[in-house]
Structures are given as C-alpha cells and as structure tokens.
C-alpha cells in the first residue's frame, strides 16, 4: 500500500499520479487534501509519514509547490526517509542507497511527464542491501 498526499500546490499532480498507480494496479491511500483550496502541507505530510512509519503503507509519495515543506514535515516523523527528487537518478540512488521509503515531488518544479517516471522509478528499484548502506542508514537513526 502506498501512502499519497499533498497540499494545495500539490493537487493536480497528486491526481495524475494517483490515475498512474491505477493504470499500474498499485493500491494507495489518499490522505489529502482533497481540492486546489489553499491548506496547510504539515498537516498532510504529516499523516502519510506516519502512514508509513506504522507500517500501515510500505512507501510514500508527497507532494507540495516545492516538494521542500512536505519532505521535512515527513522526515521528522522518526523512521521516516524522504528524498525529495526532481530527476530519475536521484530517486533509483535514494532507493538504492538510502532506502528511501517516501518520496518528495515539488509540483512547480517538475511537469507531470518527469514525475510519472520520477514516480515508477522510485517505486520499481529495490535497496542495495548494501552492508555499507545498511550501516549507514542505521546511523541515520541512531
Ligand atoms: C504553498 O504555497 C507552498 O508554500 C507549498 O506548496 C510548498 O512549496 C512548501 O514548501
């Protein structure tokens, strides 16, 4: 299950991801927000990251103007790693080398053609499993 949301910056692309993922067959749920009227990203990066941190979703796609608010909303949220990425080499590294379990998109900055791939390419590329990965994810958190 995938955990999507957005503020008001986000919307439109929050829509044409979510008719992705359905194209696709992946399951998401939505935690808003739900129109273009202007609302408070913390309060929706908020609830996907902790969507994800309980193990309710394994991965997180959020979206905002910059993709910046919602990104460090959600990498307060311990367990939570959110790469915030507007080029397909950054999301197969975040994934490969960091485990990224959340990703970032910033609506203002990347056109919906770049996200989609920004999108498949962070959900189809698996972690290294890398020892020096893992060891260093796990300073992240300690
Ligand atoms: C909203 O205008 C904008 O500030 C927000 O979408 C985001 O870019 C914040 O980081």
Redesign the pocket.
Known sequence: MIAIAC????FQLKKAIMAHLEKRGLEYKDYGCYSDA?VD?PVYGKAAAQAVASGECQRGIII???????S?TANKVPGIRAALCGDCFSAQATREHNDANMLAL???VVGEGLALKIVDTFLDTPFSNDERHIRRIAMIEG
């Open positions: 503020d008001h910056g986000g202007s990203y905002c103007g910059t993709g910046i608010g919602i460090i910033g609506a203002r």
